[in-house]
């Protein structure tokens, strides 16, 4: 700290409960008229919403650029963030509050051209949205005194900073580290702790009871005022004198931005001098030694002359404490934010406080934690504290007690504390007239409306779709989808077809602000936006599947108008496209569409109609586009195969509501279903042009459709391996025919036997070949099934015990003699099941 008559510099570690204690203690004890504090000037006007009781940390400051929104960074404030402290002292002292930082319409313009010069911005920025993690206002050490080791996700308030052309400038300075090294301490973390945020408590206490106690002569009571003032400024003398000492020796320690950035700053500095008596600065406390250098503003101006500079715009945003935590990617520099909240609002019995809200949890899990627990966890980890030689136990002393004492050793429930707890997932609130692009603002309505809450937390949301409620819920999921904004997605597994049942899985982050600001771009509503992106997804497609995923898309999503166009593209997409894998491919998603669309009340007529066309033209094509492929070409047209006849077999029949009594004519679903019958038995009974994997499939669902019965199929599969049939193409006959279960073989054992003689005349070195495919077949049944297949090719199959006349021929699965007295008795108890049983029928079952 520096400190004149008119100006007062508080260096301060970003994100750090101590420092915002002292921050408020200084502000207190100096009562300054304008305060201005490390962060994007773009944001001066949205300065007095930190006073809003609607206002909930965390919280950060978005910056984008207006027209492309991708292109942003965030300035998170935490509850224990200083800046954030002095921006509710200014709001409640009525006091003037600006930013001072190096403007964001630089910030973002420069790391674009950074990285156009090949060099990287964003050294640890997260990949999956694209998102640059600018800066928060934070940095742990060299922010604290600086920019620790940031790049764009973790430095300081420059989203751009990275790596330079000169490897050796690349290397930065942590100043904490440099600090602690010199007071004797390997983990700069740990000597923060002991050297700030442990010492707190007692400052605080010390400074209650002076207050307390000045009730002397005027003299005494100013004595005493300038006493308590000295103390709150203290601290930040100290830590000022330290930074100057480190930037004397190594200049800018390797941040090659922040002089640009320090100059901007000083020419904030000197306006807010100018038009008040009292300015206080809260800044990293690694910039605190350049703002009290004397420079003149001639040479400031100089060093901002010719920056690129882009259009933006700013708003508040909520944040979580899972985004301030270094290992998230957007970090701040923090690993434990939920500990350093606890101590902030908790500065009295910080421990014990902290090991009842352990035990909480740990009970809320179903772990038995009683309050003996909880004493002899305090009394471990102060003991353990002092052992080591620490002011007051911290992370690494409470994490260590409570694993000996509450879990018994376990790193399983330790894990949920570190996840819950000293992470933890608080997820900010901004007020709901915070700035915002029309779309965010919709969207923030549509929330309250349906009673829909962004949570940090990951929950999961049934709904069932026959309540109003529910359903518009689900319409606006399905809408943010199409939109890709990621809030929620469908729970895997949950979802069945053809239900009135939806599982979503919930999460709100952070950088969703991102993804509507981007999806702003299509409209000022969800409604209207998903349209609008919905027809232009159609539109740009390049397969006709595609085409129909946004069609499938439109439906749930309740889009009514944007099907007109979609339907029209999927009309023309669909004439035009020969190609019968990319119908058949189309066809499965567009069938789903017609069939389940009306549980969301939703007209699906035209699709129905191309969907008929679609399987029209399919029934035509297939068995050319079967004929002469090689393996891999017949598996992938295999998979097609079985979804073409799924969907076909779902398109509405006689009983749906399509076809009444009322209405007697042709019914176009079951003469398609013929169609497609008669093309599967063409399938099944063509030569080798077609591939083995091809017809047994095909034989295989004809089968089980019931438009093939077991005698057929059997002279099918004798035909299939026959001696003159190549051993690897008989092998991909049965892996086709049997690929849909095998308890058909353990039904029918003539099928059985008919491999079975196969398999044991194919010749040595055939069998060698066709191995793995038999291998790969039956390693797809159920472990009953094998076992049951085992046991009756151990045996033998029952039909090559028997002979082949016609007076040997019995059921099948069946021997050739059937136990007559044993089939009576199961008669008998079948009977008395379905209450059929007469008085005679019990007399014979007694005499038997």
């Given at each position: ?48 919403l930190a006073g809003d009781p609607a206002m909930r940390p965390p919280v950060a400051l978005l910056a984008h650029v207006v027209d492309e929104p991708a292109r942003a960074g965030f ?273 009295d019995r910080p421990v014990t406080r902290w090991m009842t809200k352990v035990a909480g949890l740990l009970r809320e899990e179903d772990y038995p934690v009683s309050s003996a627990h ?475």
């Amino acid at each position: 700290m520096t400190a004149d008559d008119d100006l007062l510099l508080l260096g301060v570690r970003h994100h750090g409960p101590g420092s915002a204690r002292a921050v408020r203690a200084a502000l207190d004890a100096y009562r300054p008229q304008c305060v201005l504090i490390e962060g994007p000037p773009e944001a001066d006007a949205l300065t007095a919403l930190a006073g809003d009781p609607a206002m909930r940390p965390p919280v950060a400051l978005l910056a984008h650029v207006v027209d492309e929104p991708a292109r942003a960074g965030f300035w998170p404030f935490a509850e224990f963030s200083p800046e954030w402290v002095a921006l509710r002292w200014a709001a409640k002292a009525g006091a003037e509050v600006r930013f001072v930082d190096l403007p964001a319409a630089h910030t973002l313009a420069l790391r674009d051209a950074e990285a156009d010069d090949g060099a990287d911005p964003s050294p640890t920025a997260p990949d999956a949205q694209h998102v640059p993690a600018a800066p928060d206002i934070a940095g742990t050490g060299a922010d604290a005194a600086g920019d620790e080791g940031d790049g764009a996700a973790e430095g300081g308030s420059d989203p751009g900073t990275g790596s330079d052309d000169d490897p050796v400038a690349a290397v930065r300075i942590d100043p904490l580290a440099v600090l602690a090294r010199t007071a004797g301490y390997e983990d700069p973390e740990r000597w923060w702790e002991d050297a700030v945020e442990h010492r707190t408590a007692a400052g605080h206490s010390s400074g209650t009871d002076g207050a307390d106690g000045a009730t002397g002569t005027t003299a005494d009571a100013q004595g005493a005022e300038e006493e308590r003032r000295a103390a709150a400024l203290a601290p930040f003398a100290a830590l000022a004198e330290a930074m100057t000492a480190l930037r004397e020796t190594y200049g800018d320690g390797g941040h090659t931005r922040d002089p640009v950035r320090e100059a901007h700053m000083r020419l904030r500095v000197r306006e807010a001098r100018r038009a008040h008596a009292r300015t206080a600065v809260v800044c990293g406390a690694w910039h605190v030694p350049a703002l009290a250098a004397k420079t003149t503003a001639t040479a400031d101006r100089a060093l901002l002359k010719g920056l690129p500079k882009v259009k933006v715009e700013t708003t508040w945003v909520p944040w979580t404490h899972r985004r301030l935590a270094r290992a998230s990617g957007y970090g701040a520099g923090i690993d434990s934010p939920g500990w350093y909240r606890h101590l902030f609002t908790a500065p009295d019995r910080p421990v014990t406080r902290w090991m009842t809200k352990v035990a909480g949890l740990l009970r809320e899990e179903d772990y038995p934690v009683s309050s003996a627990h909880v004493i002899e966890a305090v009394r471990l980890a102060d003991t353990l504290a002092a052992m080591r030689g620490r002011p007051l136990a911290g992370l690494g002393e409470t994490t260590d007690a409570i694993r000996a004492v509450m879990c018994d050793g376990s790193d399983v429930p330790l894990a949920l504390i570190q996840d819950r707890l000293v992470v933890g997932d608080v997820l900010g609130e901004v007020p709901p007239d915070a700035p915002a692009v029309p779309l965010a603002r919709d969207l923030a309505r549509e929330q309250r409306a349906l009673r829909l809450k962004p949570e940090a937390l990951e929950r999961e949301l049934e709904l069932d779709l026959r309540k109003d409620l529910d359903a518009a819920r689900s319409r606006l999921l399905h809408r943010l989808r199409l939109l890709r904004i990621g809030w929620g997605e469908p729970a895997a597994g949950r979802n069945g077809h053809g239900t009135f049942r939806e599982a979503w899985r919930l999460r709100w982050e952070p950088e969703a602000a991102i993804q509507v600001a981007e999806a702003g771009i299509w409209g000022t509503t969800v409604e209207s936006a998903a349209s609008a992106r919905a027809e232009d997804l159609a539109v740009h497609a390049t397969t006709l599947a595609e085409v129909t995923a946004v069609a499938e898309q439109c439906l749930p999503a309740g889009l009514s108008g944007a099907l007109p166009t979609v339907m029209r593209v999927l009309a023309d997409r669909a004439a035009l496209d020969a190609d019968v894998a990319h119908l058949a491919a189309a066809l499965p998603a567009l069938v789903r569409a017609v069939r389940y669309g009306d549980v969301r009340g939703t007209d699906s007529a035209a699709l129905g109609t191309v969907a008929h066309g679609l399987a029209q033209r399919i029934c035509v094509g297939f068995p050319a586009a079967c004929t002469g492929l090689d393996a891999d070409a017949a598996r992938s047209l295999r998979t097609h195969l079985d979804e073409v006849h799924r969907a076909i077999g779902l398109l509405p029949g006689p009983d749906a509501p399509a076809a009444t009594a009322a209405a007697p004519g042709p019914d176009p679903a079951r003469e398609l279903r013929d169609r497609w019958a008669a093309v599967l038995r063409t399938l099944a009974e063509r030569d080798e042009s077609i591939p083995g994997l091809l017809r047994g499939a095909a034989a295989r669902l004809l089968m089980d459709d019931g438009r093939l019965d077991a005698a057929e199929a059997a002279r099918l599969m004798g035909l299939a391996l026959s001696p003159g049939t190549p051993p690897g193409e008989a092998a991909a006959w049965i892996e086709g025919f049997l690929a849909g279960g095998g308890i058909l073989l353990v039904h029918d054992e003539r099928l059985l036997a008919l491999i079975d003689g196969w398999l044991a005349g194919v010749s040595g070195e055939s069998f060698t070949d066709v191995l793995p495919l038999l291998r790969r077949t039956f390693s797809d049944f159920e472990p009953g099934v094998r076992r049951s297949v085992g046991e009756l090719v151990r045996r033998g199959p029952a039909v090559a015990r028997r002979g082949t006349g016609p007076a040997d021929a019995g059921l099948p699965g069946f021997g050739a003699d059937l136990d007559d007295r044993r089939a009576d008795a199961a008669a008998h108890t079948v009977r008395l099941l379905l209450g059929t049983l007469t008085t005679t029928d019990l007399g014979e079952l007694g005499d038997d």
